[in-house]
């Protein structure tokens, strides 16, 4: 098979990362989320927790300056690192699937891709994250807003498009209309019939 | 307050704001700001031709004085003889570093002192103060932070002491001539002042400065570096300094340019060859001699920090054709209440700390013309005050991560390589060593000239 590369773009609490897990289960194909943290890890030896504290996180512009391309602020520089080893293994030729990062935008560039977004109703949302993370449904509300936002945040400053733009995605989808095994299988028939008109 | 003034003062408030916000590129933002001035302040509220003209300063070009000049001129409204100067040193920069210049001149050192951390330390820390007196803090510690982080990886140390000292003396070098750091170009050309006028007056200063510096950032780093002191080191693991050289030929070529560049600088006060044509002459002779490698040295020159200058010196023009910095100048007079001491350390502290948060160069092309005006209505006399307001902004900018270019690009290739800097750690030792060096100068400024 020809190379494919999935990325998945979601709303906190949609279920887009179980979602991505199951597409790369059903593919076979490896998945990159937290693992591109742990790959940045090993290279430059600093510790997953490390990593994970500036990770996806928008810079703060007040004590962030940027000259000739390079930027102070170390969530840049994740961020960067993280958009490097994304598309050193899209040029080799490797099929996966990447969670968030902004692949859609940063991997638009290789005809393999296809990009998915999974949002959901956010009484829907408030359940799972209530179930997840064992919150209130208060909790669980102010979380959802607070992780989006920051996704935003993130994503519209190192791309030009709008996160969760139906125009930046290939197929945008709502999980709480099919739950998350109804969804899986409507985005493996999609990507099959996307696989299916690349190859003809 | 007139309609012009109170333009001239939005559009200077809202592109700083804008710089510091950095949503959109600067460039964008000084050249959008200067075509509202030209057009706003000049031509819809003062209604003045001359000005625009005056601002645009095209005609310049066309005096004898922007390139052979015997006798001391200022210049007004767009400050070409700067970005002249810079863009020429931008293609030669480019050149040396397209041979391996630098690259090869730090693991020359390297050598020399037999890769030991300490020495190392101290030597890189001596070659960033000395290379950026005449190159650009930028390029010396884009070079110097990714050969550091090379040499730790294979000698198993922490780069970040060493990438801090180095950021540190790169501003502090840069203060100690004319073309050392924007500002200090833009003093030099804006006041008529030479390259040896800045070394025997800043440049004492910054050597005093770096000698306390080095015995600083060696007492508060000794304890991160004495860790790896002392493992024994296999020299033929690393790789050669020759290695570094990409080709010979232009390797010989661009270190003769850059020594021809060095002697033009020291001596443009005998030679009366301003900047702009001493610029120019080493731009043009780069690319003959790299033929081949031209269009590609061409396309490398940063045009947006070109572009950020012309767009900013006619802003700030704004502000001078108005009489804003004027105001300024008074406020300052008055505040100090002609006391000279008072004065001096405010204009030192306050481009200091300015410096150390917003970019200094901005900040230095508008203090400019408020120096002027302050040494026209006081005893002061305005070489002091120049080379107050000089001190402070470069040295005020390696207070924090953003206070300058340097700081910004050393910080970047030390997270990229996995040595994340976050604020904290940065001005932990900086902070304080920033301080003590703008207390030595301010102690140099009072009894040199006071």
């Given at each position: 098979?020809?190379?494919?590369?999935?990325?998945?773009?979601?709303?906190?609490?949609?279920?887009?990362r179980v979602?991505?897990?199951?597409?790369?289960?059903?593919?076979?194909?490896?998945?990159?989320?937290?693992?591109?943290?742990?790959?940045?890890?090993?290279?430059?030896g600093?510790?997953?927790?490390?990593?994970?504290?500036?990770?996806?996180?928008?810079?703060?512009?007040?004590?962030?300056?940027?000259?000739?391309?390079?930027?102070?602020?170390?969530?840049?520089?994740?961020?960067?690192?993280?958009?490097?080893?994304?598309?050193?293994?899209?040029?080799?030729?490797?099929?996966?699937?990447?969670?968030?990062?902004?692949?859609?935008?940063?991997?638009?560039?290789?005809?393999?891709?296809?990009?998915?977004?999974?949002?959901?109703?956010m009484?829907?949302k408030?359940?799972?994250?209530?179930?997840?993370?064992?919150?209130?449904?208060?909790?669980?509300?102010?979380?959802?807003?607070?992780?989006?936002?920051?996704?935003?945040?993130?994503?519209?400053?190192?791309?030009?498009?709008?996160?969760?733009?139906?125009?930046l995605?290939?197929?945008?989808?709502?999980?709480s209309?099919?739950?998350?095994?109804?969804?899986?299988?409507?985005?493996?028939?999609?990507?099959?019939?996307?696989?299916?008109?690349?190859?003809? | 307050?007139?309609?012009?003034?109170?333009?001239?003062?939005?559009?200077?408030?809202?592109?700083?704001?804008?710089?510091?916000?950095?949503?959109?590129?600067?460039?964008?933002?000084?050249l959008?700001?200067?075509?509202?001035?030209?057009?706003v302040?000049?031509?819809?509220?003062?209604?003045?031709?001359?000005?625009?003209?005056?601002?645009?300063?095209?005609?310049?070009?066309?005096?004898?004085?922007?390139?052979?000049?015997?006798?001391?001129s200022?210049?007004?409204?767009?400050?070409?003889?700067?970005?002249?100067?810079?863009?020429?040193?931008?293609?030669?920069?480019?050149?040396?570093?397209?041979?391996?210049?630098?690259?090869?001149?730090c693991?020359?050192?390297?050598?020399?002192?037999?890769?030991?951390?300490i020495?190392?330390?101290?030597?890189?820390?001596?070659?960033?103060?000395?290379?950026?007196?005449?190159?650009?803090?930028?390029?010396?510690?884009?070079?110097?932070?990714?050969?550091?982080?090379?040499?730790?990886?294979?000698?198993?140390?922490?780069?970040?002491?060493?990438?801090?000292?180095?950021?540190?003396?790169?501003?502090?070098?840069?203060?100690?001539?004319?073309?050392?750091?924007?500002?200090?170009?833009?003093?030099?050309?804006?006041?008529?002042?030479?390259?040896?006028?800045?070394?025997?007056?800043?440049?004492?200063?910054?050597?005093?400065?770096?000698?306390?510096?080095?015995?600083?950032?060696?007492?508060?780093?000794?304890?991160?570096?004495?860790?790896?002191?002392?493992?024994?080191?296999?020299?033929?693991k690393?790789?050669?300094?020759?290695?570094?050289?990409?080709?010979?030929?232009?390797?010989i070529?661009?270190?003769?340019?850059?020594?021809?560049?060095?002697?033009?600088?020291?001596?443009?006060s005998?030679?009366?060859l301003?900047?702009?044509?001493?610029?120019?002459?080493?731009?043009?002779?780069?690319?003959?001699t790299?033929?081949?490698?031209?269009?590609?040295?061409?396309?490398?020159?940063?045009?947006?920090t070109?572009?950020?200058?012309i767009g900013?010196?006619?802003?700030?023009?704004g502000?001078?054709?108005?009489?804003?910095?004027?105001?300024?100048?008074?406020?300052?007079?008055?505040?100090?209440?002609?006391n000279?001491?008072?004065?001096?350390?405010i204009?030192?502290?306050?481009?200091?700390?300015?410096?150390?948060?917003?970019?200094?160069?901005?900040?230095?092309?508008?203090?400019?013309?408020?120096?002027?005006s302050?040494?026209?209505?006081?005893?002061?006399?305005?070489?002091?005050?120049?080379?107050?307001?000089?001190?402070?902004?470069?040295?005020g900018?390696?207070?924090?991560?953003?206070g300058?270019?340097?700081?910004?690009?050393?910080?970047s290739?030390?997270?990229k390589?996995?040595?994340?800097i976050?604020?904290g750690?940065?001005?932990?030792k900086?902070?304080?060593?920033?301080?003590?060096?703008?207390?030595?100068?301010?102690?140099?400024?009072?009894?040199?000239?006071?």
């Amino acid at each position: 098979m020809s190379q494919f590369i999935i990325s998945v773009g979601r709303e906190f609490g949609s279920g887009g990362r179980v979602i991505a897990e199951a597409l790369a289960e059903r593919f076979n194909i490896p998945i990159y989320d937290r693992h591109l943290i742990t790959d940045i890890a090993e290279k430059t030896g600093l510790t997953p927790e490390e990593i994970e504290k500036y990770n996806e996180n928008p810079k703060h512009r007040i004590v962030s300056r940027s000259v000739r391309g390079f930027s102070n602020s170390i969530e840049d520089n994740i961020a960067e690192m993280q958009f490097n080893i994304i598309d050193q293994k899209a040029q080799s030729g490797e099929s996966f699937v990447v969670v968030g990062r902004c692949s859609e935008t940063k991997l638009r560039k290789y005809p393999a891709l296809i990009s998915l977004f999974v949002l959901g109703d956010m009484s829907e949302k408030i359940k799972r994250v209530m179930e997840v993370y064992s919150l209130s449904e208060d909790e669980a509300k102010k979380l959802i807003e607070k992780k989006d936002k920051k996704r935003k945040r993130y994503h519209n400053y190192h791309c030009s498009g709008h996160w969760g733009d139906s125009r930046l995605y290939d197929l945008s989808i709502n999980s709480s209309r099919l739950g998350i095994e109804g969804t899986v299988d409507c985005l493996e028939a999609y990507i099959k019939a996307r696989l299916g008109a690349d190859a003809k | 307050m007139s309609a012009a003034q109170i333009f001239a003062v939005i559009i200077f408030t809202a592109m700083f704001v804008m710089i510091v916000l950095d949503k959109i590129e600067r460039h964008y933002v000084t050249l959008g700001s200067g075509v509202l001035t030209l057009g706003v302040v000049f031509g819809i509220c003062m209604r003045k031709g001359s000005a625009i003209w005056d601002t645009l300063a095209l005609e310049g070009f066309t005096k004898k004085e922007f390139w052979y000049q015997v006798t001391e001129s200022e210049s007004k409204g767009i400050n070409w003889a700067t970005i002249v100067f810079i863009a020429g040193m931008m293609v030669m920069v480019e050149g040396m570093a397209k041979a391996g210049f630098f690259r090869w001149l730090c693991m020359k050192i390297a050598f020399i002192v037999k890769c030991r951390t300490i020495p190392v330390f101290i030597t890189f820390m001596i070659m960033s103060a000395v290379l950026s007196m005449f190159i650009d803090s930028i390029t010396v510690i884009m070079f110097l932070a990714a050969v550091t982080v090379e040499l730790a990886q294979l000698l198993k140390f922490n780069p970040v002491p060493m990438i801090l000292s180095e950021i540190f003396c790169a501003n502090l070098g840069g203060s100690a001539t004319m073309c050392g750091d924007p500002p200090n170009i833009i003093v030099g050309t804006s006041m008529g002042f030479s390259f040896f006028d800045f070394l025997t007056n800043t440049g004492v200063c910054a050597g005093i400065c770096l000698a306390v510096s080095v015995l600083f950032l060696y007492f508060a780093f000794r304890k991160e570096l004495a860790s790896a002191e002392g493992e024994k080191i296999d020299m033929s693991k690393l790789p050669k300094p020759s290695e570094a050289i990409t080709d010979k030929k232009s390797f010989i070529i661009s270190s003769i340019i850059f020594g021809c560049a060095v002697i033009l600088l020291v001596t443009h006060s005998m030679t009366h060859l301003t900047v702009a044509t001493i610029g120019l002459s080493i731009a043009v002779i780069t690319l003959l001699t790299s033929a081949k490698d031209a269009p590609e040295l061409l396309k490398k020159v940063d045009y947006k920090t070109l572009l950020f200058f012309i767009g900013l010196f006619i802003v700030v023009g704004g502000l001078e054709e108005t009489g804003i910095l004027e105001l300024i100048a008074k406020f300052i007079k008055n505040i100090s209440g002609g006391n000279a001491m008072l004065m001096v350390a405010i204009i030192l502290w306050v481009s200091a700390i300015a410096s150390a948060f917003v970019d200094n160069i901005p900040f230095a092309a508008t203090m400019v013309p408020v120096i002027e005006s302050l040494a026209a209505t006081t005893d002061v006399s305005r070489n002091t005050l120049a080379w107050t307001l000089s001190l402070g902004t470069d040295i005020g900018g390696s207070a924090t991560p953003i206070g300058a270019s340097a700081n910004v690009v050393g910080t970047s290739v030390a997270a990229k390589n996995g040595y994340p800097i976050s604020w904290g750690r940065y001005c932990r030792k900086i902070a304080p060593a920033t301080v003590l060096v703008l207390a030595i100068s301010t102690g140099y400024l009072f009894l040199r000239y006071l």
